[in-house]
């Protein structure tokens, strides 16, 4: 089963850092994309950050943003840092046959991360 399951938020306050963690599972994510996205009310959805193993390209969408695989446990993360209150959001991750944004094959459930001021 293709499945993507993020992990890692939660309540936060502002100036602190938070990791997420997307798991791949059904597929590797050599063979992907992993793009990382959030959505808040009110705001169109985000994009955030994208990696693609085969290759190493990556996008960062902010200075306090970084991506990074890890190919043992088929797993993504997001770091963040400096966290404002206008990072609250849903965050989610999903994986593209091509390139993030342009084509999304499978998305997760998304895990929801709060920054308090």
């Known amino acids: 089963e293709v499945q993507l399951v993020e992990s890692g938020g939660g309540l936060v306050q502002a100036g602190e850092s938070l990791i997420l963690s997307c798991k791949a599972s059904?597929?590797?994510?050599?063979?992907?994309?992993i793009g990382w996205y959030r959505q808040a009310p009110g705001k169109e959805r985000e994009e955030l950050a994208c990696?693609?193993?085969?290759?190493g390209n990556t996008y960062l969408s902010d200075p306090r943003i970084g991506i990074f695989d890890d190919i043992g446990k088929n797993m993504v993360h997001l770091h963040m840092n400096l966290l404002r209150p206008e990072d609250t959001a849903v965050y989610y991750c999903?994986?593209?046959?091509?390139?993030?944004?342009?084509?999304?094959?499978?998305w997760g459930q998304g895990t929801q991360v709060t920054v308090s001021s």
């Open positions: 999903a994986a593209s046959s091509s390139w993030c944004a342009k084509r999304i094959d499978y």
């Open positions: 059904g597929f590797t994510i050599d063979a992907y994309a």
């Open positions: 990696i693609r193993t085969s290759d």
